[in-house]
Each structure stands twice: as structure tokens, then as C-alpha cells.
């Protein structure tokens, strides 16, 4: 499946800054921009009937994408889907508990079950999801860029490993001392599922994607290159980097990964995401602007005052500049932004950020 507009977005603010080229402003999205703080969406939610069936519905999963971008001012959609859309096509039931989150009713705990996993093919077990992205880009009418995404392969395997979300990850933990070989099975597995979905994903309209390694920040030194950077790396290496006569950047994510932002930079992706643990001029010394940077705005500031997270959104602002002049900074926040965060606080960051760093880029 093949989008047919051939060229750059109207505004193409966000692709530029990826790419590190000239910006007039920081360009801004938001991580879960498209979820439970919207009225809009809790309603549209109701309508489809559980979370599975909003994801499963193209027209639905267009909706919701749609949605902030007809709020607030964005530079960028992002494709409305779950990170667990690939190992419920792999046959392990993802299903959603009330009050508790994602859960499988088959998570892999048996050698044979393991050995038998294989990478389902984007095109047919997810062809919902690209049903979705093409419908999305065809509605976007080239407004603003669509970013396509994935977990990353060990966040995957924690899920399903641990059968849902964990406050240890025991069993994964366990299976990576005990067993490397049966963790890095499924690791093989799940890399070559991503990268086989994220190029559907830009086959059929995406035009940046990004990998989120939610739970690599939870692994030791030494494992989190063998079991999570280095699987990555494989990903990025086999992804698709131009379509439609443009380049197809991506963005790799580790929360809690400060300590590796180097390594991270070493894989071969155009940008990496940051928590608010990390000090954006501090990272762009440390990687002499080899890529560009998102985040990093702490979530949690958007419960103050209007006029507190128009004060953190300069300081983030601030922060990368105090390296210097540049561009190759995305504006996000450190991590998804929370069900609870008051709409209109969005409003005045999306507004702050636009408005302040057009001054920081010459442009006031």
C-alpha cells in the first residue's frame, strides 16, 4: 500500500528539526497527545466500545489522531495505536483489565511456546493498523507529518514475558540470567516483527517513526546494551530511510536511559528522545549535536498554573540553547502525557513553546 501525495507536509517544522536543518520555531508534539485528558476523546472511546476495538477501527483510530491537532497547534500526528498491537498478532490475547492495564492471556513461558513465536506479517495480522496510518495521511491532507512508532523489542518481551505490566519484571529478569538464549529468541523475533512494521507503517503513509524502549531503563549496565540497544540498533539499520522522495527519520526513546545517551546516538537514528532527568544543553555537549533531541518537559508541570508551565516550557527552551545556537530540538515531554493534565494547560505550552522559541531562533 503506497500513500500518493510525493511531497513534505505544509508544515514540515517538525521533519526539519529531526534532520537538524533550519527552523523558524521549535516544532512540538506530545507523547499520548491523543488519549484519555481529551473530553473528545473519552467520548469517542464510548463510542467504540473498549480500547481494542478504538485501536481496531481505522476510522475510529483516525478520530482520536485527529483529534489535538483540531485543539491545539501541533507540528506533528501521531499514528493512534498500542505498543501491544505485535505480540497480540504473534497469538498471545492481548486483552485490558479494568483499573489494571494490559494483560496476555497466553504469556510465554514455556520453552516450546518461545521457540515457536514468529513475526506475523504487518499486511495481514496488522492490517488494521495500516488501514489506519493511510487514512490518517489521506484526512491530514498535508497538513502536518504522521509519526508512525513501536515498542521497542525488550519493552515487547516484558509484556509479554511477565504476561502484563510489572513492578519487578521477575520473570524477564529471571529468563536473562537463567536462560539468555530463550530471552534473545524472542528478541530476534520481535526485532524482525518491528522493523517489518514500522516499514508497513511508512509504506503506507508514516513519515518519521519512533521506538519506544519504555522499560529498557530498567536493565543493568551491561544488559541493557546486549538486551535492548543492540536490538534496536538492528531495527534502525533495516529500517526504510527514504519514501516518497523524502527522508523517513527515526527516534529512539529509552526512558531512564541518560546514562547511555551516547550509545544510543551510535545506532544510526536521527534523534533521540529524552526523560526530564537530562539536561538538554548537557546532552548536546556530550553529543556534540551528532543527533537531534526531543523532550523534555517533565509531565507532572503540567498540573500547575498556566503561568508555571509557560515558565518550565522557556527552561526547557532555555536548556537546549544554553548550548548554543541550533536547531535539531523537538519539543515533547519526558514521557506520555498523564489522563488527569487540564486540556487548556496544553494550550498554553503548545502556544509557549511556538511563541518563545521563535524569539530563541531570531525570529521574534
Known amino acids: ?21 533550519p527552523v523558524a520555531y521549535t516544532p512540538v508534539w506530545l507523547m499520548r497527545q491523543a488519549g484519555r ?8 472511546r464510548r463510542r467504540a466500545g473498549s480500547f481494542l476495538d478504538l485501536c481496531k477501527s481505522p476510522s475510529l483510530a483516525c478520530e482520536v489522531t485527529l483529534q489535538p491537532l483540531a485543539r491545539y497547534d501541533l507540528d506533528a500526528a501521531i499514528l493512534f495505536s498500542d505498543i501491544l498491537t505485535i505480540p497480540d498478532a ?3 490475547g492481548l486483552y485490558f483489565a479494568d483499573g489494571e492495564g494490559p494483560k496476555f492471556e497466553r504469556p510465554l513461558r514455556e520453552e516450546w511456546e518461545i521457540r515457536s513465536l514468529a513475526a506475523p506479517d504487518p499486511y495481514d495480522h496488522l492490517r488494521y493498523v495500516m488501514d489506519a496510518v493511510a487514512e490518517i495521511r489521506r484526512a491530514l491532507d498535508n497538513s502536518v507529518p504522521l509519526i508512525g512508532f513501536s515498542g521497542s523489542p525488550f519493552t515487547l ?10 513492578a519487578d519484571f521477575r520473570r524477564v529478569k529471571t529468563m536473562l540470567y537463567d536462560r539468555p538464549d530463550l530471552l534473545h529468541h524472542i528478541l530476534s523475533v520481535t526485532a524482525q516483527s518491528v522493523t517489518s512494521y514500522l516499514n508497513a507503517q511508512i509504506e503506507s503513509g ?5 521506538i519506544f524502549d519504555t522499560w529498557g531503563g530498567a536493565l543493568s549496565h551491561g544488559a541493557y546494551r546486549e538486551f535492548s540497544l543492540s536490538y534496536m540498533q ?28 551516547e550509545d544510543i546516538a551510535g545506532i544510526g537514528c536521527d534523534a533521540v528522545g529524552l526523560d526530564w532527568t537530562s539536561s538538554l544543553a548537557s546532552v548536546r555537549t556530550r553529543l556534540a549535536d551528532r543527533v537531534a533531541l526531543q523532550g523534555n518537559l517533565d509531565p507532572m508541570a503540567l498540573f500547575a498554573s498556566p503561568e508555571a508551565v509557560a515558565a518550565e516550557a522557556k ?9 548554543g545556537p541550533g536547531g535539531g530540538h523537538v519539543f515533547n515531554l519526558g514521557h506520555g502525557i498523564s489522563q488527569f493534565t487540564p486540556p487548556e494547560h496544553v494550550t498554553t505550552l503548545v502556544n509557549t513553546v511556538h511563541e518563545y522559541s521563535r524569539v530563541l531562533h531570531g525570529q521574534g
Not at 37 to 44: D, I, K
Request: glycine share 10%; charged share 20%; net charge negative.
Open 90 to 92: 504473534m497469538g498471545l
Open 206 to 210: 508514516a513519515q518519521a517513526v519512533m
Open 1 to 21: 500500500m503506497t500513500c500518493a501525495i510525493m511531497t513534505r507536509p505544509k508544515n514540515d517544522t517538525f521533519l526539519r528539526a529531526l534532520l537538524r536543518e
Open 315 to 323: 527552561k526547557v527552551l532555555d536548556d537546549f540553547h544554553a548550548a
Open 157 to 166: 518481551a516484558c509484556y509479554m514475558i511477565e504476561g502484563g505490566a510489572s
Open 37 to 44: 485528558y481529551l473530553p473528545e476523546y473519552c467520548e469517542t
Open 234 to 261: 538492528t531495527i534502525v539499520a533495516g529500517l526504510t530511510k527514504e519514501h516518497e522522495g523524502s527522508r523517513v527519520p527515526s527516534i529512539v526513546f529509552t526512558k531512564g536511559g541518560g546514562q547511555w545517551l
